[in-house]
């Protein structure tokens, strides 16, 4: 099993940049995709940028795949997410979670692929 913690969020104002970090125990963490999701009050949690076991094969969100870039270090057994040009509608509680499957060949789309979520970290962008 994979633990995942959150962390690098906080305020910053329209325009700015977080680089957000998923540090992960567990040896399995280097045999799995990960995932970045958001939910933002009111809202269901979303799936924005997903990254290969390997690092091969990413997936963007399409809303945030011009200002999002994700990246992972096993050597660290971290993932980062790494945001620009941020918006008032970025605002959100960031999580990270891993794919229930083991060396998937691509960094999988699908929401309903992943579990083991952290506590989950708050972006707040302010205008």
């Known amino acids: 099993q994979v633990h995942l913690v959150e962390s690098g969020g906080g305020s910053v104002q329209t325009g700015g940049s977080l680089r957000l970090s998923c540090a992960a125990s567990g040896r399995t963490f280097r045999s799995v995709a990960i995932g970045w999701f958001r939910q933002a009050p009111g809202k269901e949690r979303e799936l924005l940028a997903a990254i290969s076991w390997s690092g091969s094969t990413t997936y963007y969100k399409n809303s945030v795949k011009d200002r999002v870039t994700i990246s992972r270090d096993n050597a660290k057994n971290t993932v980062y997410l790494q945001m620009n040009s941020l918006k008032p509608e970025d605002t959100a509680v960031y999580y990270c979670?891993?794919?229930?499957?083991?060396?998937?060949?691509?960094?999988?789309?699908?929401?309903?692929?992943?579990?083991?979520w952290g506590q989950g970290t708050q972006v707040t962008v302010s205008s």
């Open positions: 979670a891993a794919d229930r499957t083991w060396r998937r060949a691509e960094a999988s789309p699908v929401y309903n692929d992943y579990d083991g």
